[in-house]
C-alpha cells in the first residue's frame, strides 16, 4: 500500500517496496561519553572512521521528510524519507538522489516548497558489516550516535531489530537516551536565545 508519492504507508515484512527506495531499521541517541564509544567502535569497525562534514537543508514537506544534503565539496543529495517518530527501533523507507548542484537545487525547492530548516553537522561514520553507525556533534545540539542496519529488499524488519538491539548492549547504548524525531525537529524544538 502506498501514500502519495510512491511511499509505503507501512513496511511489514512481506512488503517488497521497490529498487529505488531502500529500507534501514535506525536509532538516534544523545552520547554521553564520546570517546569511550569511539574507542569500542575502533576495535570493531570493519571500516572507518571517516569523516563527513553535512549540510542538510529541510524542506516544509507534507508527507514524510526531504532535504538536501551539502558536503561542501560541490555535490551533494536530495534524501526523501519517512519513518515513525518514536524513541527506539524505527523502520525507515528512503530514496537517495545525488546531485552536483546542491545550492541550487536549495534554491529552486525552497521556491516551490520553503525551507523548514538547516542542520549543521560533522559526521563520524564506521562501518560494522551491514551496519552504519554515524557518531555525530550537531551543532547547537552536542553528540549523538546512529545506528542504521541495512535492509536487503527481501531481508525482514525483525532481522534489522535483532542487529540493532545486539549493537546497541555491545556499545552500551543505554534506551533512556533514545531520541524520537530527527535533528531537525531537535533544532527546531530548541528556544531562540
Partial sequence: MSHGRGWPLSMPNTTHVGED????IEIKARLADRDRLEACLAGMAADGPYEIRQKDTFLVCSNGRLKVRDFGDGHGELIGYRRDDVAGLRAS????TPTSDPAGLVATLADAL????????????YLLGRTRV????VAGLGDFVELEVVLAANAHLSTGRDEARRLMQTLAIDASALVEGAYIDLITAVPCR
Fill in 134 to 137: 554515524h557518531v555525530d556533534r
Fill in 21 to 24: 527506495v531502500a529500507r534501514n
Fill in 93 to 96: 523507507c528512503y530514496r537517495r
Fill in 114 to 125: 520553503g525551507i523548514r530548516g538547516v542542520v549543521n553537522k560533522t559526521r563520524t561514520l
